[in-house]
């Protein structure tokens, strides 16, 4: 009994646990990361990235350093967050490419003229299981 018991032992160091493919675990990192932002728990979506996480929006031919570093991160989205109470995203549109994600996002946000929305192509970029580079292409 104890010979099947250091066998199967063996055995199971053999082969790492199945966590399922990364495209599948990327796609959850981007789903948590729009709830903590629907939140606007700024701590909740820095777990979800890396420490030198970067945040670039380019419009047209500018591109735009938001955030660099999780600190930077944390810093902006508060920013964020306090100007705007009631934004909120959404993801209307989703492919998975391994180490990438491009989302078709929905913004929404209470104004004095009412609900505004306003859609963003976003792509996130993985490194290690978490966000490293969000690149933000605001509606045209």
Known sequence: MRFLILMLSLLAACF??????????NEQIVRDFLAAF??????????????DVQWLSIDGEALL???KGKAALV???DSY?????SCRSRITELTVLKDRISAVEVASWQSREGLQQQRALCV???SGGLIRR???????
Do not use: I, K, Q, R
């Open 16 to 25: 790492p646990a199945f966590a399922g493919p990364p495209e599948v675990e």
């Open 81 to 85: 967050f306090s100007s705007c109470a």
């Open 38 to 51: 629907n939140e606007h728990n700024s701590a909740a979506m820095a777990e979800l990235v890396t420490a």
């Open 124 to 126: 996130y970029e993985f």
């Open 65 to 67: 350093v938001e955030a």
């Open 75 to 77: 810093e902006s989205m």
């Open 134 to 140: 969000v690149y933000y292409f605001p509606d045209e």
